[in-house]
């Protein structure tokens, strides 16, 4: 019987689900009890699925876990996987994102505060600070965002293991083409309201980015303040904002096969972080955002106060797809049909940091 695990980080333990035919069952936890789980990675290439972690301990710090079962134990290396050479002066806060490689099986990227891009070619026991993008000429001039400095977005291509992109909270994206020694900024038409110059080549505080499904080329980003379209791998940026409540917002997502289909959990604005309008409500493009419709069957009506963060909005990759979301009310939600219809899974878990999703099984 097919197996869908649900991973929910929170600022205090993960939660995992899964789900077997039609019933979800929570097990026994959570697991790493009172650690912030910021990054969640569920690595299902190559038929051996293993899931990654990464934990935040207040008193023993930030660290990567792995299981290899699907989540009942885990794993952590007797040395910490990610940690900054003391060259660099500098100390692991915590790892915003854990992202298998898509064309490389045994590579795993992470992406951590500060801003850094790390690679695994051991499925991610070990990682290794990618130097070139540390040491980018422009980084003197990143400046943290309220949220902090964190490398929250990588993607790869799975035509090009050479290609990555990545996005910093408030540097921009940031891409390169020849496996990582040299580095671009890729904002082109990405406004960056906050400053004097609305248009800069880097300092935008893109919130999230996510990849096509039918077309590689094609990415979609959520930025503080606008919602933009790329048709040429990040090179140029479109704004597809229009017909939504509000262009505000953490989270995006795509659908794991339909082209053109990607979905948005507006906010009202930086200064109001609630729900736009004050409704609980992810809003679906299926035509590369030129049109969008807001889901909200089996969704909470009336006013809504929690708030989907940039890592806790996901898609699986069934058919029709999962789509999960959870907010910072410890609400979370999931839907089995595409976004058409909702149901709640939990409610009163602490602060929801983090939500991933895959067929396991």
């Given at each position: 019987?097919?197996e869908?695990l649900?991973?929910v980080g929170?600022?205090?333990?993960?939660?995992?689900?899964r789900?077997?035919g039609?019933?979800?069952?929570?097990?026994?936890?959570?697991?790493f009890n009172?650690?912030a789980?910021?990054?969640v990675?569920?690595?299902?290439r190559?038929?051996s699925p293993?899931?990654?972690?990464?934990?935040?301990?207040?008193?023993?710090?930030?660290?990567?876990?792995?299981s290899?079962d699907?989540?009942?134990?885990w794993?952590?290396?007797?040395r910490p996987?990610v940690r900054?050479p003391?060259d660099t002066?500098?100390?692991?806060?915590?790892?915003?994102?854990?992202?298998p490689?898509?064309?490389?099986?045994?590579?795993?990227?992470?992406?951590?505060?500060?801003a850094?891009?790390y690679?695994?070619?051991?499925?991610?026991e070990?990682?290794t600070?990618v130097r070139?993008l540390w040491?980018?000429?422009?980084?003197?001039r990143?400046?943290?965002?309220?949220?902090g400095e964190?490398?929250?977005t990588v993607?790869?291509?799975?035509?090009?293991?050479?290609?990555?992109?990545v996005?910093v909270?408030?540097?921009?994206v940031?891409?390169?083409?020849?496996?990582?020694?040299?580095w671009a900024?890729?904002?082109?038409?990405?406004?960056?309201?906050?400053?004097?110059?609305?248009?800069?080549?880097?300092?935008?505080?893109?919130h999230?980015v996510?990849?096509?499904?039918?077309?590689p080329?094609?990415?979609?980003?959520q930025?503080?303040w606008?919602?933009?379209r790329?048709?040429?791998t990040?090179?140029?940026w479109?704004?597809?904002?229009?017909?939504?409540p509000?262009?505000?917002g953490?989270?995006?997502?795509?659908?794991?096969?339909?082209?053109?289909?990607?979905?948005v959990f507006?906010?009202?604005?930086?200064?109001?972080r609630v729900?736009?309008?004050r409704?609980?409500?992810?809003?679906r493009?299926?035509?590369?955002?030129?049109?969008?419709?807001p889901?909200?069957?089996?969704?909470?009506?009336?006013?809504?106060?929690g708030v989907?963060?940039?890592?806790?909005?996901?898609?699986?990759?069934?058919?029709p797809?999962g789509?999960?979301?959870?907010?910072?009310?410890g609400?979370?939600y999931a839907?089995?049909?595409d976004?058409?219809?909702w149901?709640?899974?939990?409610?009163?878990?602490?602060?929801?940091l983090?939500?991933?999703a895959?067929?396991?099984?």
């Amino acid at each position: 019987m097919t197996e869908v695990l649900l991973a929910v980080g929170t600022r205090k333990g993960l939660f995992i689900a899964r789900r077997r035919g039609g019933a979800w069952e929570f097990d026994d936890g959570p697991y790493f009890n009172a650690q912030a789980v910021h990054s969640v990675a569920i690595d299902v290439r190559g038929g051996s699925p293993r899931l990654l972690a990464g934990g935040d301990s207040a008193h023993w710090g930030p660290s990567v876990f792995h299981s290899d079962d699907l989540g009942r134990t885990w794993t952590e290396p007797a040395r910490p996987a990610v940690r900054f050479p003391k060259d660099t002066g500098a100390s692991l806060e915590r790892v915003w994102q854990l992202h298998p490689a898509a064309a490389e099986p045994d590579v795993v990227y992470a992406g951590t505060e500060p801003a850094a891009l790390y690679r695994s070619e051991d499925r991610g026991e070990t990682f290794t600070l990618v130097r070139p993008l540390w040491e980018h000429p422009t980084r003197s001039r990143w400046v943290p965002g309220g949220g902090g400095e964190g490398m929250h977005t990588v993607l790869t291509d799975a035509r090009d293991p050479r290609a990555v992109t990545v996005a910093v909270s408030t540097a921009g994206v940031f891409r390169t083409t020849d496996g990582g020694a040299s580095w671009a900024p890729s904002n082109s038409g990405v406004a960056a309201v906050f400053l004097p110059d609305p248009h800069p080549e880097f300092g935008q505080c893109v919130h999230k980015v996510a990849r096509d499904a039918a077309d590689p080329d094609r990415l979609y980003l959520q930025n503080h303040w606008g919602v933009y379209r790329s048709d040429d791998t990040g090179a140029h940026w479109t704004d597809i904002g229009e017909g939504l409540p509000s262009t505000f917002g953490f989270a995006v997502a795509a659908h794991p096969h339909r082209g053109g289909t990607a979905y948005v959990f507006p906010v009202t604005a930086d200064i109001d972080r609630v729900p736009a309008d004050r409704r609980c409500r992810v809003y679906r493009t299926a035509d590369a955002g030129k049109s969008w419709q807001p889901l909200t069957w089996g969704l909470p009506e009336g006013d809504h106060y929690g708030v989907v963060l940039r890592d806790a909005l996901c898609t699986d990759d069934a058919d029709p797809a999962g789509v999960y979301f959870g907010n910072r009310n410890g609400e979370v939600y999931a839907s089995a049909d595409d976004g058409d219809s909702w149901r709640p899974l939990a409610a009163h878990l602490p602060d929801v940091l983090c939500v991933r999703a895959a067929v396991v099984g």
